[in-house]
């Protein structure tokens, strides 16, 4: 349970982030919350910009660790791993928080104490104009296992999380180049229900030509491997399992009519023996 006051950590992975990092540091030590009661790490996986010099700004308010480069999934459980309090929010170098973000939060999670994860509602912009969600972007609350497997209904920036479910599900797949949250809140999903903060707290800044999402084609392949995974876990109900499964067919059929058309025979065969694989 939340309690007022809760001691945590927050988490903010970045890899050349320098043009990026002064907005969003400021926006999240600038929190009305008692900087004492929470601590920030950064993990600058491997940066070969001016990411050195944006962070020499903030001094002793940030928890600086350094590693090579080895992805968003590594620098994030590398946070996890360092962090000194059991409840964790995580912040994306290009993304901001808007005022009351924590407390608004911590809040919310004090109110339900049988939640042990929970995100806020956004604003999206992309090139700096702002950008209205669909209607199937709607985020989700409660047990929504089957809204989660279509498409990433829960954002890292928005989200805070006890370390207990860590320890129960894993961290981020650090195998997965792209759609590692996606696969996460899977994981998570499956077993737990997920509360919303009904308010915009959280600004995502898109567009920018180093985003995952638009520099790494056909992502489906990555949630076609989430859910494979997903599907031999043995916590699934039979209901899980057959919403899981139709999504996996939906996705499989759509990237595999791209393979075959494209000659990519052996990707398309990988994935078949794949599905046929799976435990009854």
């Not at 139709?246 to 009519?257: G, N």
Request: hydrophobic share 40%; charged share 25%; aromatic share 6%.
């Amino acid at each position: 349970m939340a309690e007022p006051l809760t001691p945590f950590s927050v988490i903010v992975p970045v890899y050349n982030g320098a043009e990026t990092l002064d907005a969003c540091l400021t926006a999240l030590t600038g929190q009305d919350y008692p900087k004492e009661r929470y601590e920030v790490i950064v993990v600058d996986d491997g940066s070969t910009d001016d990411t050195a010099d944006a962070l020499g700004v903030f001094g002793s308010r940030i928890r600086l660790i350094r590693q090579p480069r080895r992805g968003v999934s590594a620098a994030r459980n590398r946070g996890v791993l360092e962090a000194q309090h059991p409840w964790l929010a995580f912040l994306d170098s290009d993304d901001l928080w808007l005022p009351g973000k924590l407390s608004t939060q911590l809040d919310y999670l004090s109110m339900h104490p049988e939640i042990r994860i929970c995100q806020t509602e956004e604003i999206w912009l992309r090139n700096g104009r702002r950008l209205n969600p669909k209607k199937y972007h709607r985020k989700p609350q409660g047990h929504c296992f089957h809204l989660l497997l279509e498409r990433c209904l829960v954002s890292p920036s928005a989200v805070m999380i006890h370390r207990s479910l860590f320890d129960q599900v894993g961290g981020f797949d650090e195998h997965l180049v792209a759609c590692e949250d996606y696969d996460l809140w899977l994981r998570i999903g499956l077993r737990h229900p997920i509360g919303l903060v009904e308010k915009p707290l959280v600004v995502k800044r898109g567009g920018h030509p180093d985003q995952l999402s638009s520099c790494i084609p056909a992502l489906d392949r990555f949630r076609i491997r989430a859910l494979l995974k997903i599907l031999a876990d043995g916590a699934m109900t039979g209901e899980q399992r057959q919403l899981a499964l139709d999504a996996l067919s939906r996705k499989a059929r759509v990237y595999l009519t791209g393979l075959n058309k494209r000659g990519n025979l052996e990707e398309a065969a990988t994935i078949l023996a794949a599905i046929e694989n799976l435990p009854p």
